[in-house]
Antibody, heavy 120, light 108 residues
């Protein structure tokens, strides 16, 4: 059974940093790209970042480029999203999502999400 | 960046009736389009990929069609459990992978 469990969310002041984790199980993690998609309160879905199955290629939305870093630890089957210089507009539920392919395309399984609130 | 525009914003449909949701892309996405369903308080769930292929476990009443810049999700006979927000997503030109703004389906 595929499982994705996100953690690391919380309340953080503007300018602060957080690291989100996504622990994966039930599939061969290195065979799939992994994505982070966020949803601001009451809003739609926004793709944030993706990493290829090998971990060798990373991709970012313009809104987070230079502030967020995606990585994966294959030994732990875990994907991370390091978020720096956080802004109020980064407030959202952050979903970790398994991609159907080695490179980001579409997400065939989603975690339950972790809430990040950026506020003073 | 490809912009996806979904219509209508809200669709109110009686149980058993057909629901037709539209997704228009700002440029051709060559069939590389997926649909997701999101119920309140839940994560999104993949319904359709490659324009018309149902994901595992998705009922046959959900179908997708389209080409070029125009795509449609049809729910042939709406059930009460289909009340949700539906999003389209393109994966033809990336990054970024983009989503439409969503269509909310309500049960009359």
């Amino acid at each position: 059974e595929v499982q994705l469990v996100e953690s690391g969310g919380g309340l953080i002041q503007p300018g602060g940093s957080l690291r989100l984790s996504c622990a994966a199980s039930g599939f061969t993690v290195s065979d799939h790209a992994m994505n982070w998609v966020r949803q601001a309160p009451g809003k739609g879905l926004e793709w944030v970042s993706g990493v290829s199955g090998s971990g060798g290629h990373t991709y970012y939305a313009d809104s987070v480029k230079g502030r967020f870093t995606i990585s994966r630890d294959s030994s732990k089957d875990t994907v991370y999203l390091q978020m720096n210089s956080l802004r109020a507009e980064d407030t959202a539920i952050y979903y970790c999502a398994k991609d159907a392919f080695m490179y980001p395309a579409f997400c065939d399984f989603w975690g339950q999400g972790t809430l990040v609130t950026v506020s003073s | 960046e490809i912009v996806l525009t979904q219509s209508p914003a809200t669709l109110s449909v009686s149980p058993g009736d057909r629901a037709t949701l539209s997704c228009r892309a700002s440029q051709a996405v060559n069939g590389n389009l997926a649909w997701y369903q999101q119920k309140p308080g839940q994560a999104p769930r993949l319904l359709i990929y490659g324009t018309s292929t149902r994901a595992t476990g998705i009922p046959a009443r959900f179908s997708g069609s389209g080409s070029g810049t125009e795509y449609t999700l049809t729910i042939s006979s709406l059930q009460s459990e289909d009340s949700a927000v539906y999003y389209c997503q393109q994966y033809n030109n990336w990054p970024p992978w983009t989503f439409g703004q969503g269509t909310k389906v309500e049960i009359k």
